[in-house]
């Protein structure tokens, strides 16, 4: 994917940044990095691979943690290759991959947020219309779910990949972090990036916001049910089932509101690692 009539295209670079206080010993920094990406790989290849040729497995819970996986594998695939390039060869220029990089990233981050949203949806449906489970969430229904969270995703943020495209930038420009995400790419544009930045809040409102509120409430209706069934060990292990999610969904948004936060009020970086190293290998949870 290219940065489309991008007339300086070939005239800006974007310098990628180490851990601060750490760029000495950016060898050292890279071994816990690609020892991550391994296991991410690993591990959501293996997930996949086991849950495919099994039908007793292609059930929601299964179908949804298989989404998760492919996502987690696509957003590793966005940023961990570029960090281990940064702090073990020393590779730190990057030109119009910048933009390409920033788009994957935040496309898949959104996948994420919605494969959690619809998981936590499935949990709903589990404890609260157990009689209908099998009819609301057939196959086909979640082939459809699986799908329109691609399209819709990759929808929302193709118009901000084309437009920051045509921004104008200096011909050296710092990021804040070792892969590029939109609003530390936006700041640096010398042009006008008003409209950029209205419908860049536009889409996190409309997506990673609003499936945190959406999640919220599922569990605020499935505490509710909980807290009617009669018998207490009915009620916990009912509640149990959602432990795994509720982790992931606390370790999937705990770094990425921090990240925000920092673009927002500080500099400090080491969250925005945290964040892109430890959200492709939560999928775990749910084994």
């Given at each position: 994917?290219?940065?489309?009539?991008?007339?300086?295209?070939?005239?800006?670079?974007?310098?990628?940044?180490?851990?601060?206080?750490l760029e000495t010993s950016h060898c050292w920094t890279a071994?816990?990095?690609?020892?991550?990406?391994?296991?991410?790989?690993?591990?959501?290849?293996?997930?996949?691979?086991?849950?495919?040729?099994?039908?007793?497995?292609?059930?929601?819970?299964?179908?949804?943690?298989?989404?998760?996986?492919?996502?987690?594998?696509?957003?590793?695939?966005?940023?961990?290759?570029?960090?281990?390039?940064?702090?073990?060869?020393?590779?730190?220029?990057?030109?119009?991959?910048?933009?390409?990089?920033?788009?994957?990233?935040?496309?898949?981050?959104?996948?994420?947020?919605?494969?959690?949203?619809?998981?936590?949806?499935?949990?709903?449906?589990?404890?609260?219309?157990?009689?209908?489970?099998?009819?609301?969430?057939?196959?086909?229904?979640?082939?459809?779910i699986g799908l329109a969270i691609v399209i819709c995703s990759?929808?929302?943020?193709?118009?901000?990949?084309?437009?920051?495209?045509?921004?104008?930038?200096?011909?050296?420009?710092?990021?804040?972090?070792?892969?590029?995400?939109?609003?530390?790419?936006?700041?640096?544009?010398?042009?006008?990036?008003?409209?950029?930045?209205?419908?860049?809040?536009?889409?996190?409102?409309?997506?990673?916001?609003?499936?945190?509120?959406?999640?919220?409430?599922?569990?605020?209706?499935?505490?509710?049910?909980?807290?009617?069934?009669?018998?207490?060990?009915?009620?916990?292990?009912?509640?149990?089932?959602?432990?795994?999610?509720?982790?992931?969904?606390?370790?999937?948004?705990?770094?990425?509101?921090?990240?925000?936060?920092?673009?927002?009020?500080?500099?400090?970086?080491?969250?925005?690692?945290?964040?892109?190293?430890?959200?492709?290998?939560?999928?775990?949870?749910?084994?």
């Amino acid at each position: 994917m290219a940065v489309l009539n991008n007339n300086n295209a070939s005239s800006f670079i974007f310098i990628l940044m180490e851990l601060p206080g750490l760029e000495t010993s950016h060898c050292w920094t890279a071994i816990p990095i690609c020892s991550i990406y391994v296991v991410s790989l690993l591990g959501n290849i293996t997930i996949m691979y086991i849950v495919k040729p099994v039908p007793s497995l292609h059930t929601p819970r299964y179908l949804f943690l298989s989404m998760l996986s492919m996502a987690d594998l696509g957003l590793s695939a966005s940023t961990l290759p570029s960090m281990t390039a940064v702090f073990l060869l020393g590779q730190r220029e990057v030109g119009d991959a910048t933009f390409t990089q920033l788009f994957f990233i935040h496309t898949f981050s959104v996948i994420e947020s919605s494969v959690l949203l619809a998981m936590a949806f499935d949990h709903h449906v589990a404890i609260r219309e157990l009689l209908c489970y099998a009819t609301i969430l057939t196959t086909k229904r979640i082939g459809a779910i699986g799908l329109a969270i691609v399209i819709c995703s990759a929808a929302l943020h193709l118009p901000l990949f084309l437009i920051l495209g045509r921004r104008q930038f200096q011909p050296m420009n710092a990021l804040s972090h070792s892969y590029c995400v939109h609003p530390d790419v936006l700041r640096l544009a010398s042009s006008s990036t008003l409209v950029d930045s209205d419908f860049g809040l536009f889409v996190m409102l409309s997506t990673l916001a609003l499936d945190a509120v959406l999640i919220l409430l599922s569990y605020m209706l499935i505490l509710r049910t909980v807290l009617s069934i009669s018998s207490n060990t009915e009620g916990l292990k009912a509640f149990n089932t959602c432990i795994s999610h509720s982790c992931a969904v606390l370790l999937f948004y705990t770094p990425l509101v921090s990240l925000s936060m920092i673009h927002h009020f500080g500099k400090k970086k080491l969250p925005a690692q945290v964040y892109t190293c430890f959200s492709p290998i939560y999928t775990f949870l749910f084994l």
